[in-house]
């Protein structure tokens, strides 16, 4: 992903191509580790209003995640 604008997600593919698509909602799924300070705010601005679950949001256990995550999915 290179960037999220109002209606619209760009990214790179693997080929290294640009290309983009539609979207009225992104969810990104970015892995295991706490994000890094910063980064949720980063996105702010870019399109749109910007829910951080998980460690995205306060370190805790996979329950507590998949429960922000889910009430998260429910403002949607």
Request: glycine share 16%.
């Amino acid at each position: 992903m290179t960037s999220i604008e109002p209606g619209m997600v760009r990214f790179e593919r693997q080929d290294g191509t640009a290309d983009e698509v539609a979207a009225d909602t992104v969810v990104l799924a970015i892995g295991w580790r706490p994000t890094a300070p910063g980064f949720i705010e980063g996105l702010n601005g870019g399109a749109g209003e910007v829910v951080a679950v998980g460690d995205a949001d306060t370190i805790g256990d996979f329950v507590s995640a998949i429960n922000a995550g889910a009430d998260a999915g429910l403002t949607i």
